[in-house]
């Protein structure tokens, strides 16, 4: 029997290969293969690519990594995340990322967006913000749970630093 040009093994939702063995994958198929990769508990979360995890139902546990640029968030297939909640319009919200800033913008969606508890048009997000679209809740992450910004350390530090440099500097001038 001759398998030239067929895959080794199927998978639920794939095509056959082509003719020069190339496989075919289902957009569905090719959606969960993103997905699993972008949404692992492992991927590194940071300012520059926050991620949102959800905290409802159905996508509890599931992070959403966001990266540069503007990303449509609802339950149409096309979008950078795809929510499948019938509460959630078919496409509910940006969220843009620039320079590690992240605004969501509400697209008229029928259920509306949430920020805090608060029903916002726009609004920039900050690290632990709860965001709700329709029924599904997310939390806005730009470091692990665990992890404490270091931001204010490193101020002062670098204000420490600035203390010596100046008192060195008073003790040979006056010296």
């Known amino acids: 029997m001759d398998n030239r040009g067929q895959a080794p093994f199927s998978l639920p939702g ?39 995890e959800g905290s409802s139902p159905g996508i509890e546990g599931r992070r959403f990594v966001l990266r540069a640029g503007r990303q449509p ?26 320079h590690g800033r992240c605004t969501i913008m509400n697209t008229l969606s029928t259920n509306g967006t949430f920020v805090n508890d608060r029903r916002i048009h726009v609004a920039t997000l900050r690290h632990g913000d709860h965001i709700r679209l329709g029924q599904a809740e997310f939390v806005f992450l730009t470091r692990e749970r665990d992890q404490r910004a270091s931001l204010p350390w490193r101020w002062m530090a670098v204000g420490a630093g600035v203390l010596v440099a100046a008192a060195g500097l008073a003790a040979w001038w006056f010296s």
Do not use: M, Y
């Open 14 to 52: 794939e095509r056959s290969s082509g003719p020069q063995g190339t496989r075919f994958f289902s957009t569905e198929a090719l959606r969960q293969f993103a997905s699993d990769a972008a949404d692992g508990r492992d991927a590194r979360i940071s300012v520059h690519e926050p991620v949102l």
């Open 73 to 98: 968030i609802g339950r149409r297939g096309d979008n950078a995340v795809v929510v499948e909640d019938q509460s959630v319009s078919a496409c509910h919200a940006w969220i843009t990322n620039q």
